[in-house]
């Protein structure tokens, strides 16, 4: 990623922009050139802020709607509908295939995000994410992958999102989807069996918590 509009942190943004990822085009033109087409694995766009809550896939096939178009190494993504105001949100996608040897091989090594603030003021709606800063959530390293290992110390179910004091980072937030699986003694339980004080190992891919494991 070699830019963006809105760029990193910016305020006062127009409710009704698109973001525009301007990607390095010599890593588009490796991603294209293979097996098959790898550059649209990064139209798999996640958002969070506002209606989104902490984390929603924003693709056209799978995700709630909104359109992602190409000029040149420019990436336009355009939201179903115009964002709220005095809203934060957190825009990120990374590709989590690569090409290796003339094989399609799961190496998230590509991708960015974007954090920025719209125009006006926020909707009196309660919300609960208009509570969150979203920087502060974890998305795995610059690459969009790693291993969190450590107490829990954090836990919102309503919002999905897990607060962890790993051994290296220190205290960090990451969003549990639904239908991420969380594993406890080998079996699969569910996100509300987690307690304060447990130790889990959570493990990133793609700039996504893929799974969780307590650890006993």
Same mark, same amino acid.
């Given at each position: ?11 006062? +943004?127009?409710?009704?922009? &698109?973001?525009? =990822?301007?990607?390095? $085009?010599?890593? #588009?033109? /490796?991603? @294209? ?34 359109? +992602?178009?190409?000029?040149? &190494?420019?990436? =336009?993504?355009?939201? $179903?509908?115009? #964002?709220? /105001?005095? @809203? ?129």
């Amino acid at each position: 990623m070699v830019s963006s509009n809105p760029s990193y942190n910016l305020k006062g +943004v127009p409710a009704d922009s &698109s973001i525009i =990822i301007t990607w390095d $085009e010599k890593t #588009l033109k /490796t991603l @294209t050139d293979g097996l098959r087409d790898l550059q649209p694995a990064l139209e798999s766009v996640n958002i969070s802020g506002g209606r989104y809550g902490v984390g929603t896939l924003l693709t056209t096939e799978w995700g709630i709607g909104g359109t +992602v178009s190409w000029k040149d &190494s420019q990436e =336009i993504i355009t939201p $179903e509908a115009p #964002l709220e /105001t005095g @809203t934060q949100y957190r825009v990120w996608t990374y590709l989590y295939m690569t090409l290796r040897d003339g094989q399609a091989r799961s190496c998230p090594r590509i991708g960015g995000e974007v954090i920025f603030t719209t125009a006006g003021s926020p909707p009196d709606d309660g919300n609960p994410v208009r509570k969150i800063d979203l920087s502060k959530i974890y998305h795995g390293d610059e690459n969009g992958h790693g291993d969190i290992r450590g107490k829990v110390t954090g836990l919102n179910s309503a919002l999905g999102l897990l607060t962890i004091d790993d051994t290296n980072m220190g205290s960090v937030s990451l969003i549990i989807y639904k239908g991420i699986p969380v594993l406890g003694k080998g079996q699969f339980i569910s996100f509300d069996m987690i307690k304060i004080g447990d130790k889990v190992d959570a493990r990133f891919t793609g700039g996504r918590v893929v799974t969780v494991e307590l650890l006993f």
